[in-house]
């Protein structure tokens, strides 16, 4: 039973033990169809099966093909499922270590391989996010001409992460973060299958449930806190009976809380702080709430989120609730003068409000309108009586001539055309019954009666 646990596998050679294999890499799947997860990549004719069940040589391959999603749900192991097929040559290189040297150097040989013996390769490219454009550009001859098929994996946007000749020449394959039931499931054949625990170990619901809640729907992450938390089970057993049962307390020995999954630069950055905004705008104030403590705890920038809450509460706001913008810029200013951690509670506060506050995008519209009419060719010469007249000769042109001084008038409100000739009467800002525009609503349609008056 102890080998199941030691850091020193069985087989020998001589005197010297080898470090035993990772549970993660003991029970990487042989086939598809051991793959947890991913199922809607997995049909029959799918990319995929062609890969790792079809041969790869022929005018009618399967194409080079770019695995993306986050760490853990099976991107290097569909690459290694591919690599067990027998009919070509498998090559991985780590884009963390590899360089254009040694790609060119395996198109060099695949091309050789595939001329004079007839094998076809298949480079695995691991965390091809990390290589430069001159990188990446180095690739091309050998996809665009099937000298090598390439299965690229990235956890970063192939839209920003991978050139767009690559991107074009290849199969975009969108791996999906694995389901609670999922990780459960892989959990559970950890446990009974041979290259696990074989049943020598007993993992609870209860405790399982915590394992999948932790591991946040990444596999790796799964199967090695079943593996610490084994050991940890293991050495507090003090006796060789199996089942040894894992309890709530070796699990939270063997990883006491879930590492939040976010990325400043990349995905995780601009999915949460989008869901953040939109459920400010959706007035979930609870949810958006949530999003700013994943992004506190996971060490986003303040300032950042600050600016965000500035933007909102101009965008979604509006004039619904004109004190939200003055707020926002007070919280900015705040977390500028404290920092963290006190600044969490100026960011809550903001948050809240905008949250709870009603909601109008009428002051968002109307400037993109304008600016739309403006882009457009709109807009002809401001009016003669509004343009400028301080200086000498203006009025012997007619400019200010004609000119109301609003505060002369009554309520200072004056009856005369503001806008071009052709915009007259173009209505931009059209407020909503929202909170306080409801008020402005009322008070707009008289203004404008008056304004436009015919004189």
């Known amino acids: 039973m102890s080998d199941l646990f030691d850091a020193l596998a069985d087989d020998t050679e001589g005197s010297v033990k080898r470090p035993r294999p990772p549970l993660a890499v003991r029970l990487r799947p042989r086939s598809l169809d051991e793959l947890v997860g991913q199922q809607h990549l997995l049909g029959p004719g799918s990319p995929l099966r062609q890969l790792a069940e079809s041969p790869v040589s022929g005018p009618t391959g399967p194409s080079s093909v770019i695995l993306y999603g986050p760490p853990g749900i099976g991107k290097t192991t569909i690459a290694h499922v591919i690599a067990r097929a027998t009919d070509r040559k498998f090559v991985e ?18 091309k050789e391989d595939r001329d004079l013996r007839g094998v076809t390769t298949v480079l695995f490219l691991d965390e091809i996010h990390r290589f430069n454009k001159a990188q990446q550009d180095a690739l091309l001859p050998g996809v665009e001409n099937r000298v ?3 299965v690229a994996a990235t956890t970063e946007n192939p839209s920003f992460s991978v050139v767009a000749p690559l991107l074009s020449r290849s199969l975009l394959l969108t791996l999906r973060p694995l389901s609670e039931a999922d990780v459960a499931a892989l959990l559970e054949r950890a446990v009974g299958d041979e290259r696990g625990f074989n049943n020598e170990l007993a993992l609870p619901d209860e405790q399982r449930d915590t394992i999948v809640r932790l591991a946040q729907g990444d596999a790796r992450r799964a199967l090695t806190v079943l593996e610490a938390a084994g050991a940890v089970a293991w050495n507090a057993s003090g006796s060789a009976s199996t089942p040894v049962l894992i309890s709530q307390e070796h699990v939270h020995l063997a990883m006491d809380q879930a590492v939040a999954r976010y990325d400043r630069d990349g995905d995780q950055h601009y999915d949460i702080i989008s869901a953040f905004i939109k459920s400010i705008r959706g007035s979930d104030v609870d949810a958006a709430l949530h999003y700013l403590a994943r ?20 965008e979604d706001i509006g004039m619904a609730d004109p004190s939200a913008l003055p707020l926002a810029v007070a919280a900015a200013q705040s977390v500028a003068l404290t920092g963290m951690p006190e600044a969490r509670i100026m960011l809550g506060h903001a948050t809240v409000h905008l949250a ?19 882009q457009a060719g709109k807009g002809s010469l401001v009016p003669d009586h509004l343009r400028d007249a301080h200086y000498p000769g203006a009025q012997a042109l007619g400019h200010g001539v ?8 009554p309520h200072s409100i004056a009856s005369q055309q503001y806008a071009p000739d052709d915009l007259a009467g173009v209505d931009y800002y059209r407020p909503t019954a929202n909170g306080a525009e409801k008020t402005i609503a009322s008070r707009l349609a008289t203004l404008r009666q008056i304004i436009r008056r015919k004189r």
């Open 356 to 374: 709870t506050a009603p909601k109008s995008n009428a002051a968002y519209n109307a400037i993109n309108e304008a600016l739309a009419d403006v």
């Open 93 to 110: 290189l780590s884009a963390i270590t590899a360089g254009v040297k040694d790609v060119r150097r395996v198109i060099e040989q695949a």
């Open 295 to 314: 992004m506190l705890h996971a060490g986003e920038d303040p300032r950042f989120i600050a600016r965000r809450l500035m933007i909102s509460a101009s």
């Open 402 to 409: 004609g000119y109301l001084y609003s505060h002369d008038a």
């Open 148 to 150: 090598v098929v390439l």
